[in-house]
């Protein structure tokens, strides 16, 4: 036979009084009345905390994926470096060798300046990238082709801060003033500015009806408004219009 549960002894032990004794704001309740409201409340409290729990833990893991992620991008990086050093050494002792001084002075700066950028700390001490720069990094890869511009993008670091610049603003001012910088690098030497920082669409031409429209752009043209117009730094009617046409 089953021992009868004791409600009186257990709301005691709770702080539980009888009617008698109970001089308390709140309505009186009998000791099983008592017991199990404490039970009602507990499993809430417990259910409670068991979801915040599972939202800590999803938290936590999340942290941990974008962590991996950055540190991927670093290394990525870093192995990009050292492979950019490794070929600066080998035009650094050519130009040796061709006793090319003026050669030899440029990569030698080069060369610096990637070392340099290789002993800065990387990996868990490092700051990891915050998507704004991640997503511009996946969408100018020329800042990892091309050691000129990469160089020339670092320099302007520093002045497009002090000028104000921030967030979305900042990248897309430091991709076009390297733009403006270089046409010749992005696949248009004729085009003298890209001059409207706005965002863009479907490369559709207003003047496709004529001889100068986007429909009749070279190849290299067309895949370079196309890059243009996808990082917002002009349209392309704009690009259109600017682009030197072959009479």
């Known amino acids: 036979m089953t021992e009868e549960r004791n409600y009186e002894d257990e709301a005691r032990k709770q702080g539980w009084k009888p009617e008698g ?38 938290l936590q893991d999340a942290n941990k994926e974008f962590g991996e992620y950055t540190n991927e991008l670093i290394k990525k990086e870093r192995d990009k470096t050292q492979q ?55 969408q100018n890869d020329w800042y990892n082709s091309n050691r000129k511009l990469k160089y020339f993008a ?17 990248y897309s001012e430091l991709t076009r003033r390297t733009i403006d910088q270089f046409p010749e690098e992005f696949g248009n030497p004729n085009q003298s500015r890209a001059n409207s920082v706005e965002s863009g669409g479907t490369p559709v031409s207003e003047d496709s009806g004529t001889e100068h429209a986007y429909e009749n752009l070279p190849a290299d043209a067309k895949a370079a408004c196309d890059r243009y117009v996808k990082s917002g730094l002009t349209t392309v009617e704009d690009y259109v219009s600017n682009y030197e046409w072959d009479e």
């Open 154 to 170: 670092d320099g302007l670091a520093e002045d497009l801060v002090a000028e104000g610049f921030r967030g979305q603003a900042y």
């Open 84 to 138: 950019a050093i490794t070929q600066l050494e080998e035009a650094r002792a050519k130009a040796i060798d061709m006793g090319d001084g003026q050669e030899f002075t440029r990569l030698d700066s080069e060369l610096n300046a990637a070392r340099t950028q290789l002993e800065r700390p990387a990996g868990n001490g490092a700051e990891p990238l915050d998507p704004l720069a991640s997503e511009w990094l996946g």
């Open 21 to 58: 004794e109970y001089n308390g704001k709140a309505p009186w309740t009998d000791a099983k009345t008592f017991v199990q409201k404490g039970e009602q409340i507990a499993g809430i409290l417990k259910s409670r905390l068991d979801k915040q729990d599972a939202q800590i833990r999803q």
